[in-house]
């Protein structure tokens, strides 16, 4: 406020880049703070549901990845004891609950779905993920490599879920088909869709939006 006042250009005195990244990280931390694993995001009924649900990306729906889930796997990196590649099939036999969720927009505008498929917390458990880590990190098979990390507190909160179904049928390839990971709790993008592969990971590796500026945990 100062700088304005005395009508200087805040990028020849100091680094606004800069300056600007340490209040992200600021804000991430307080946002982690207040944070409570133990808090659900509102549920609402069938009737709610928006219809049809938008697509949304940084790009055309033309240009959504276009994935076989026949050969599709999920690659599992990092510190898990159990390091195998998931087809859709076995991902299929796990248990699944249906949440419907509003999902938030960072760029203003909100939708409730209904999604289904199981909690990342429990094949966090069955791959025998170390929950001492800071955050499971997804890649994805958008066009430019979309990625992004969760902290694990988000990992693991009740409601965060590895999705394969949208209103009770198999995930729309607008909406990430194979699997999406639909996260209630935080703003959309970082709800990661057409994922490859996840790794957990003591190491910050940024994200798509997050290395744009963009609060990472959000």
């Given at each position: 406020a100062l700088t304005l006042l005395t009508g200087c250009d805040v990028t020849d005195s100091f680094s606004a880049e800069s300056m600007l990244t340490q209040i992200s990280k600021f804000n991430d931390a307080v946002q982690a703070k207040l944070f409570n694993p133990n808090t659900l995001a509102p549920?609402?009924?069938e009737s709610a549901i928006t219809r049809p649900f938008p697509f949304n990306a940084y790009y055309a729906l033309d240009d959504a990845p276009t994935i076989d889930g026949k050969d599709w796997k999920l690659d599992?990196?990092?510190l898990v004891e159990n390091k195998k590649s998931w087809t859709l099939d076995e991902l299929y036999q796990l248990p699944q609950e249906k949440q419907i969720t509003r999902h938030i927009c960072v760029e203003g505008w909100s939708a409730i779905g209904s999604w289904t498929g199981?909690?990342?917390?429990?094949?966090?458990q069955l791959i025998g993920a170390d929950m001492r880590a800071k955050y499971v990190w997804f890649n994805?098979?958008?066009?430019?490599?979309y990625n992004s990390p969760l902290d694990m507190a988000t990992a693991l909160h009740p409601q965060?879920?590895?999705?394969?179904?949208?209103?009770?049928e198999i995930?729309?390839?607008?909406?990430?088909y194979p699997m999406k990971i639909r996260v209630p709790t935080k703003l959309g993008f970082k709800n990661p869709k057409y994922v490859v592969s996840m790794e957990v990971t003591n190491?910050?590796?940024?994200?798509?939006?997050?290395?744009?500026?963009?609060?990472s945990f959000s």
């Open positions: 549920t609402f009924p599992v990196r990092g199981t909690p990342l917390r429990h094949f966090l994805c098979a958008d066009m430019d490599g965060t879920q590895m999705t394969f179904k949208f209103d009770n995930l729309p390839r607008a909406y990430g190491d910050y590796k940024g994200g798509y939006w997050e290395d744009q500026g963009y609060n």
